[in-house]
């Protein structure tokens, strides 16, 4: 039972990084209708640039701070670069979704070329230690996750529900013309929207890397593949259902770990996404509906 309590309380925190990744698709999505496919690939970014500032003697408040900034410019980026053009063009969304797909290979290349493709060593400065009660060990790496993940998610589904800039980017999601009549400035709300994104990448990049204390060019990839599929099951475009979704993500995928096997727990994510799109596309939080391209 303490084994079973133990990895419910890892998935918990793996499941709120999850969620924060998880949050960067939903908010991109509630505004653009677009799956940003690029988004496991700021996340590694991310890392990588808090990897960098650590390495030049930074603390891992700083390096992180360092990482959410610069993360959060390339976020902007790559909408005012790639995907903004495509919108005044009034391109077909699947030219968007392709071209997320080829900017996540040229950043994961880019990271390839300025840090090389081997595994690094990320400084363990989340380790003080292990506390241990009933049997159960919690280390206090999972704790900054859980503290970390858990603030953030909750500040910025303040900031969207409770503010005004959040009353303007729901708006902007119900319909963007409708907004841009009532005096909105749409394409202020999207910057804003791409920066929150990247920032949030950076953060979970930050602390999986100091985690695991690894940290390499392709760990985008998978994470942001379960990331999605959180996204997908939560209902994509809901910040509560990227909350959600994470969590369940994390849960499912630890307590398959302990009875199936660690070699399966990746399947988990996509058995989920697959049971999700077939039972209810929509998700927990989201609403069915149809979307005229």
């Known amino acids: ?45 991310g890392a990588h640039i808090a990897f960098f500032f650590v390495g030049l003697h930074f603390g891992p408040i700083p390096a992180i701070i360092a990482a959410v900034v610069i993360t959060g410019i390339l976020g902007v980026l790559i909408d005012k670069v790639a995907l903004a053009p495509l919108r005044k063009k009034k391109s077909v969304s699947i ?39 009933g049997g159960i060990q919690m280390n206090s790496r999972q704790f900054v996750m859980f503290g970390v993940s858990l603030v953030l998610l909750l500040f910025l589904l303040l900031i969207v529900h409770k503010t005004k800039i959040g009353l303007a980017m729901r708006a902007t999601s119900q319909n963007t013309r409708a907004a841009a009549l009532m005096g ?18 950076a953060i979970a990049g930050g602390m999986v890397s100091g985690y695991y204390q690894v940290v390499y060019p392709g760990m985008g990839f998978m994470i942001g593949l379960k990331a999605f599929a959180a996204s997908v099951l939560g209902g994509i475009g809901s910040l ?54």
Request: charged fraction near 5%.
């Open 1 to 45: 039972m303490a084994i079973f309590i133990q990895q419910v309380c890892n998935g918990i925190a793996l499941g709120l990084v999850y969620a924060l990744v998880a949050v960067g698709y939903s908010l991109v999505f509630g505004i653009l209708r677009l799956i940003n496919f690029s988004h496991g690939a700021v996340y590694a970014f």
């Open 184 to 201: 909105i400035n749409v394409n202020s709300i999207i910057t804003l929207t791409f920066l929150m994104g990247g920032a949030s990448a």
């Open 95 to 133: 030219a968007a979704l392709v071209t997320t797909l080829g900017i996540s290979n040229i950043i994961q290349n880019m990271l390839v070329v300025i840090f090389g493709s081997q595994r690094k060593p990320f400084p363990d400065f989340f380790n003080l230690g292990t506390l241990t009660i």
């Open 240 to 293: 509560p259902g990227a909350l959600v979704g994470g969590l369940a993500v994390g849960l499912i995928e630890s307590i398959a770990a302990l009875y199936i096997g660690s070699n399966y727990r990746d399947a988990m994510a996509f058995i989920i996404l697959i049971a999700v799109l077939i039972f209810r596309p929509a998700g927990i939080f989201g609403k069915n509906e149809v979307i005229k391209v």
